[in-house]
């Protein structure tokens, strides 16, 4: 069975055989859920025919098994380096895992193209020694969101950034499911909490997170926007997760933990049993966050606070996904992690610098979203009055306290049409610049550029 791609994953094909030869590393994003391992699959396959070595790097189990069902599906020829699978060194295209490979590559052919998979994450430090045994192959970064969990870009790895589709677009065109996202009117307490390697410490966030009166009650809320629907909850930590999935089952809602400690025979038939549906609601802790690929799950549930945008959209990128039946998915944000980093589809203007000059965040660097105390009409932090029911918004102070309260949807089309009028009121370089600042945009410059070079592109197709 030969690949077939999609017209925008043949545009990211052309563009990276015009740049590998002279950049020789290219960095490939693309939303979760635009089909980056069928993409994979097609230019390893390529390459193979060329008698190229190939290997394809991945960091989870689950991620292995996902590339080998992807790559036998479509007739890919391939070995595997992983535990439990026997090697076959002979084989031009190789699945690995990344720490597999790092104690394993003496016994493999040298590689011509490495292509990696969950890129960002590459600076760890069995990436960086793969990367710097062959630093003289090609190779292809994978993500979604290119900057390391503190923000800082992957220029050293990478020389050139290759851009996939807009999560808008992906959305309009049916690649991924439109949503619905509910907020509270405010969250989880986050002030006075340290910060480690651009997040929050995660042993300060389970002090705050793990209590059952969090935000309105995530089961509560379940019940009311997603009930029966198959969730993934994302927690802080092991102890939280298994508090959750214990007060999901006193609610007769049939639930099951894991985590990457959990045994693998365990693990794998809770998620076919997820798969199934006989497990409606599935907490984790740092498992399911990347290249879990389940189009069945209908609704995610946030309650782990992060001040890491590339968390944040990976993790609501798992319900992304469509699935014949599903009208659209649900998000239910109990962190407040949408007034931290915007809207899922928000356009962000990634680049190889990533936020290199982004100011450290704090409590008081304000929500990139507002939600109307009236109506709960959510609308740019910068907005004075509601552009639903008119209301004046009060100066508060932006300590965030947590409260009892119910999550509110947020009306995306009505935010959509203020940010265009507000951008098309925005003339200039330099009003541009000054809107990117005002939304919290981490490279307010790309941004920008990207929006003239756009305009300049209409106005020559005239």
Partial sequence: MSVQLREYQNDIVAETRSKISSCRSVLIQSPTGSGKTLLTAFMLGNAAKKNNVCWFLVHRRELI??????????????????????????????????????????????????????????????????????????????????????????????????????????????????????????????????????????????????????????????MTHAAGRRAVVFCVSIEHSKHVVEQFRSAGIVAAHVDGETPTDERDDAIRRFRNGDIRVLPNVELFGEGFDLPAIECAILLRPTQSLGLYLQQVGRALRPFPGKQFAIILDHAGNCQRHGLPDDVRAWSLSGSENRKKRDEDAGPPVRICKKCFAAQPAGALICKVCGTQFEIQSREVDQVE??????????????????????????????????????????????????????????
Wanted: net charge positive; no cysteine; aromatic share 8%.
């Fill in 65 to 222: 098994k996902q590339s080998v069902e992807t790559f036998n599906a479509v007739g890919i020829d391939h070995g595997v380096v992983a535990p439990n699978f026997l090697m076959q060194p002979e084989k031009r295209v190789q699945i690995a895992s990344v720490q597999t490979v790092a104690r394993r590559h003496a016994r493999l052919p040298r590689p011509n193209l490495i292509v990696w998979d969950e890129a960002h994450h590459v600076a760890a430090k069995s990436w960086s020694v793969i990367h710097d045994l062959f630093s003289a192959s090609y190779h292809i970064g994978l993500t979604a969101t290119p900057e390391r969990l503190d923000g800082t870009g992957l220029g050293k790895w990478f020389n050139h950034l290759v851009h996939g589709p807009a999560v808008t677009w992906l959305i309009e065109n049916g690649f991924l499911s439109p949503y619905k996202l509910y907020a509270p009117p405010s969250g989880i307490v986050t002030k006075g909490l340290h910060t480690r390697m651009g997040d929050f410490v995660k042993s300060e966030l389970v002090s705050a997170v793990d209590k059952p009166t969090i935000t309105g009650d995530a089961i509560k809320h379940y």
């Fill in 405 to 462: 309260g119910e999550l509110q949807e947020v009306d995306l089309e009505a935010m959509r049409i203020q940010r265009k009028i507000q951008q098309g009121k925005a003339k200039t370089y330099d009003e541009l610049i000054a809107l990117a600042k005002e939304r919290k945009y981490k490279n307010p410059h790309a941004w920008v550029n990207h929006i003239m070079r756009a305009r300049a592109a209409k106005a020559a197709a005239k």
